[in-house]
């Protein structure tokens, strides 16, 4: 199994500011997503982190609005462009294989 | 297109209680179909996993699920619920076509009366 961590836990934030989440696994992985779950929802995939190349974004989401790095096979980060209230979610990295994918613990986003 | 549908957005049992949480999924493949949990301001822990071998397959915390290909099913039992179950459990399936990236449902969350 792997251990994700995520950095900040949490955060408040002002309109119109950005917002820069970190995601490290313990053990390298293949693959690694960005997942958004607003309240009281599910969870939808933002976007594929791919390593050493621009991530692959689902319907709905763009790179400007969320720009995803991927340096190695270990590490990625999404950052929350341009914030609105809207963006107020939890923010979700998981990592793994086909058969089995693991999540970090979160990062709970409020936008004021 | 994969797809997940959980029945019921809000389940209710008291404590000793079966525990049934319904999921239906459409894939155009095989898929590996996944329940996660996720407790209060937490992230998600996978509780069990199918990947095309048994079609019953056991998870942690006493829950088991079973793969109905004909049915397009993979419910999620308990035979008796612990107050510790109150939770949030998602239904998710993947694909290989699909990039390998997880479909969740809607969610089930969890009410355990004492």
Known sequence: ?112 | AQSVTQLGSHVSVSEGALVLLRCNYSSSVPPYLFWYVQYPNQGLQLLLKYTSAATLVKGINGFEAEFKKSETSFHLTKPSAHMSDAAEYFCAVSEAAAGNKLTFGGGTRVLVKP
């Open chain 1, 1 to 112: 199994s792997a251990v994700i961590s995520q950095k900040p836990s949490r955060d408040i934030c002002q309109r119109g500011t950005s917002l820069t989440i970190q995601c490290q696994v313990d053990s390298q992985v293949t693959m690694m997503f960005w997942y958004r779950q607003q309240p009281g929802q599910s969870l939808t995939l933002i976007a594929t982190a791919n390593q050493g190349s621009e991530a692959t974004y689902e319907s709905g989401f763009v790179i400007d609005k969320f720009p995803i790095s991927r340096p190695n096979l270990t590490f990625s980060t999404l950052t929350v462009s341009n914030m609105s209230p809207e963006d107020s979610s939890i923010y979700l990295c998981s990592a793994g294989a086909r058969n089995e994918q693991f999540f970090g613990p979160g990062t709970r986003l409020t936008v004021l």
